[in-house]
């Protein structure tokens, strides 16, 4: 049990790392677009949300294919594409139940899911902000 909640909680921390990184790329990507887009703030704001899905959509495959990595390391899967499977049902919490892991591994499931619910929260809450950070502005202007 100790073993899995190790890996688990370093899993989660490496995945809330590749989050700062995103949320550090968004704010350096989407910020120069304000000031060239300035005349025209609906295609800011659409372009700014787009770009934030697409950084975000990015970020949580590069999450589920971390834990897809650990479930490979520990024989979970016999292939990577059934592992990256694996770990996007659970990580998005959908949980079909056509896995059954290990008894020795059971509880990288629910950290892989409590990952995923922590992440997903992230990202919604950097779709939060670029509204409420540019939305004013059009707001303001009609």
Same mark, same amino acid.
């Given at each position: !049990? #100790?073993?899995?909640?190790? %890996? $688990?909680?370093? #899993?989660?921390?490496?995945? !809330? &790392? %590749?989050?700062?990184?995103?949320?550090?790329?968004? *704010?350096?990507?989407?910020?120069?677009?304000? =000031?060239?887009?300035?005349? @025209?703030?609906?295609?800011? %704001?659409?372009?700014?949300?787009?770009?934030? +899905?697409?950084?975000?959509?990015?970020?949580?495959?590069?999450?589920?294919? !971390?834990?897809? @990595? &650990?479930?490979?390391?520990?024989?979970?899967?016999?292939?990577? /594409? +059934?592992?990256?499977? @694996?770990?996007?049902?659970?990580?998005?919490?959908? $949980?079909?139940?056509?896995?059954?892991?290990?008894?020795?591994?059971?509880?990288?499931?629910?950290?892989?899911?409590? /990952?995923?619910?922590? !992440?997903? $929260?992230?990202?919604? #809450?950097?779709?939060? =902000? *670029?509204?409420?950070? =540019?939305?004013?502005?059009?707001?303001?202007?009609?």
């Amino acid at each position: !049990m #100790a073993f899995e909640l190790s %890996i $688990g909680f370093g #899993a989660i921390i490496l995945a !809330m &790392i %590749i989050h700062l990184g995103a949320t550090i790329l968004i *704010v350096r990507v989407v910020r120069p677009f304000e =000031y060239l887009l300035k005349p @025209s703030p609906y295609l800011f %704001i659409a372009i700014a949300l787009i770009l934030t +899905n697409s950084i975000l959509f990015v970020t949580h495959l590069v999450g589920v294919g !971390m834990w897809s @990595s &650990i479930y490979m390391l520990l024989g979970l899967a016999d292939n990577f /594409s +059934n592992a990256f499977y @694996s770990a996007f049902i659970t990580n998005t919490t959908l $949980g079909l139940g056509d896995v059954r892991p290990d008894a020795a591994t059971r509880l990288l499931a629910p950290l892989t899911a409590t /990952s995923g619910i922590l !992440m997903i $929260g992230w990202s919604t #809450a950097l779709f939060i =902000y *670029v509204i409420q950070t =540019y939305l004013p502005h059009i707001a303001r202007r009609d």
